[in-house]
T-cell receptor
Framework: SAVISQKPSRDICQRGTSLTIQCQVD?????MFWYRQQPGQSLTLIAT?????????ESGFVIDKFPISRPNLTFSTLTVSNMSPEDSSIYLC????????????FGPGTRLLVL | AQSVAQPEDQVNVAEGNPLTVKCTYS??????LFWYVQYPNRGLQFLLK??????LVKGSYGFEAEFNKSQTSFHLKKPSALVSDSALYFC??????????????FGKGTKLSVIP
């Protein structure tokens, strides 16, 4: 499986500011995914990021709030814009592996607290 | 639409005893089923998956899961629990019919506590 790293591992931010989270993979992957895990909750898919095309957002998530970049096959960023305390969550990136992206492997996550 | 139900918020089991963490699913196409484990302050670790083939799948750390199509279930099991198995376990499903969506839908998680 791919080795996935995320930066930062955690951060405390003030409301109204933005934070960019980086996801780096040690091999080239076609598809990368961004998830949110709110406190005590399950994971929710934010968007799917393919290299060379616009990210595809799930219902309830919009590009203005969560812009995503995918400049190459090993890297992606997620920005959480104009943050509010409700954005306090763990943000995880994952990559698909296998012929049909059968299995998703996850990075360690970024723990975000918005004050 | 696809969904996953994990009916137990918490499961307590004595060390050395068998454990079961329950999962039922709903998906319109072929189910791809997964179990992940999350340790405190860690990301999700992949445990095992069912794509096709034998209904009993074996995964990491001695865990196994049984796919039951008629009951739409995919319960996670281990013959002998360890204290180190204490963690949060997530079941997830994906439609494997090739419709183009790779979205994983997760259950709300079950906290497993293994008591020494």
């Amino acid at each position: 499986s791919a080795v996935i790293s995320q930066k930062p591992s955690r951060d405390i931010c003030q409301r109204g500011t933005s934070l960019t989270i980086q996801c780096q993979v040690d091999s080239q992957v076609t598809m990368m995914f961004w998830y949110r895990q709110q406190p005590g909750q399950s994971l929710t898919l934010i968007a799917t990021a393919n290299q060379g095309s616009e990210a595809t957002y799930e219902s309830g998530f919009v590009i203005d709030k969560f812009p995503i970049s995918r400049p190459n096959l090993t890297f992606s960023t997620l920005t959480v814009s104009n943050m509010s305390p409700e954005d306090s969550s763990i943000y995880l990136c994952s990559v698909g592996s296998g012929g049909w992206m059968e299995t998703q492997y996850f990075g360690p996550g970024t723990r975000l607290l918005v004050l | 639409a696809q969904s996953v139900a994990q009916p137990e918020d918490q499961v307590n089991v004595a060390e050395g005893n068998p454990l079961t963490v329950k999962c039922t699913y709903s998906v319109s196409g072929n189910p791809y089923l997964f179990w992940y484990v999350q340790y405190p302050n860690r990301g999700l670790q992949f445990l095992l998956k069912y794509i096709t083939g034998d209904n009993l799948v074996k995964g990491s750390y001695g865990f196994e899961a049984e796919f039951n199509k008629s009951q739409t279930s995919f319960h996670l099991k281990k013959p002998s629990a360890l204290v180190s198995d204490s963690a949060l376990y997530f079941c997830a499903v994906r439609d494997g019919s090739g419709a183009g969506s790779y979205q994983l839908t997760f259950g709300k998680g079950t906290k497993l506590s293994v008591i020494p």
